[in-house]
């Protein structure tokens, strides 16, 4: 029997200052301030919280007032860093045994909603909560395409996804794309994967130590959420205002698709992508590239709308 979830609720991360990492994600992205979460969390005298929306999803700043609490153990154990997914389920007390089976139990529990410690085995916390979901936005928040990836760095990525396809029925899914990406990033990483967690995509990474980035992070901290990777269509606004808030690149990078999504489906000669590292601003790290290519979501769970599929005029394709 599996644990039928949700469409992913929203993501948390605990950070130095809520209100900053809320601040960046709107400056940057026109995210949007979420007023009406779900959540229970709630800014009171030992936390701040801010919930900002970007594409379909809902991320949960936390930060810690205090010199103690939960929150305060979380941030010095961790560092900034984005802990858990949140789901819903129909029967939080029948998920709870069915994970009990599996030796995961809770870490923080509600009457309708539950924390799980999961974090070594997939490299998150999973929160289960019961009762309605928050369908996905009827409209996209901010200037972006969908959530297209959370990724995360693993040492036994093969181990992780067998796990979430035993006990949660996940899949896997763009697998010609893991294929190019392992192939494009010259061995640098040993395995990429990509799962269908709920309606979210899960891009594990194996990497070498030749990967950098990824590598260091998988040795300080274990098993872990690299990055958020989302498509926009503004890129170069984007770097100034990244200049302007003062971070920089992680990564940037400019990749040949062709070869996965075909030569007639180009959108510009070259298309750029860059990593740019607010891990320690936002928890994770920000992925973003370019629309690839005009046929894309054939490749891809999430669907990128089409207006941000079109050849960009004055370009010699």
């Known amino acids: 029997m599996t644990i039928i979830l949700s469409n992913l609720q929203r993501l948390t991360s605990v950070v130095p200052s809520s209100s900053e990492a809320a601040r960046y994600m709107r400056l940057l992205f026109k995210a949007e301030t979420i007023t009406k979460s779900a959540s229970t969390l709630q800014s009171d005298e030992e936390i701040s919280v801010e919930h900002v929306g970007l594409g379909d999803a809902e991320v949960e700043f936390v930060s810690p007032k205090t010199a103690s609490g939960i929150w305060r153990e979380r941030l010095s154990k961790h560092g900034p860093a984005l802990l858990s997914l949140a789901f819903n389920v129909s029967d939080v007390k029948a998920a709870t045994k069915l994970l009990a089976e599996e030796n995961v139990h809770p870490i923080e529990r509600q009457p309708s909603r539950c924390l799980f410690d999961t974090m070594e085995i997939v490299g998150f916390n999973i929160e289960l909560s019961q009762g309605q979901a928050r369908p996905a936005p009827l409209s996209l928040w901010g200037r972006a395409s969908p959530l297209l990836h ?19 029925g996940a899949q896997s899914v763009e697998t010609e794309f893991s294929d190019f990406l392992v192939t494009t990033t010259g061995g640098r990483m040993k395995n990429i994967h990509h799962v269908q967690l709920g309606d979210t995509v899960l891009q594990y990474i194996d990497p070498t130590p030749e990967a950098g980035p990824w590598y260091d992070q998988l040795q300080e901290r274990g098993s872990s959420v690299h990055n958020l990777t989302w498509l926009v269509d503004n890129m170069e606004e984007i770097a100034a205002a990244s200049e302007r808030a003062g971070t920089r690149d992680l990564r940037y990078f400019e990749f040949d698709y062709s070869k996965l999504f075909g030569e007639d489906t180009r959108l510009k000669p070259k298309v750029i992508g860059r990593i740019i590292d607010t891990a320690a601003l936002l928890g994770f790290h920000t992925e973003l590239s370019e629309p690839q290519a005009s046929n894309i979501n054939a490749f891809l769970l999430k669907q990128v709308p089409q207006h941000m599929l079109k050849v960009v005029e004055g370009t010699d394709i």
Not at 150 to 168: G, N, P, R, Y
């Open 150 to 168: 959370v990724e995360i760095t693993h040492h036994d990525e093969q181990a992780a996804s067998k796990w979430l396809k035993q006990v949660f």
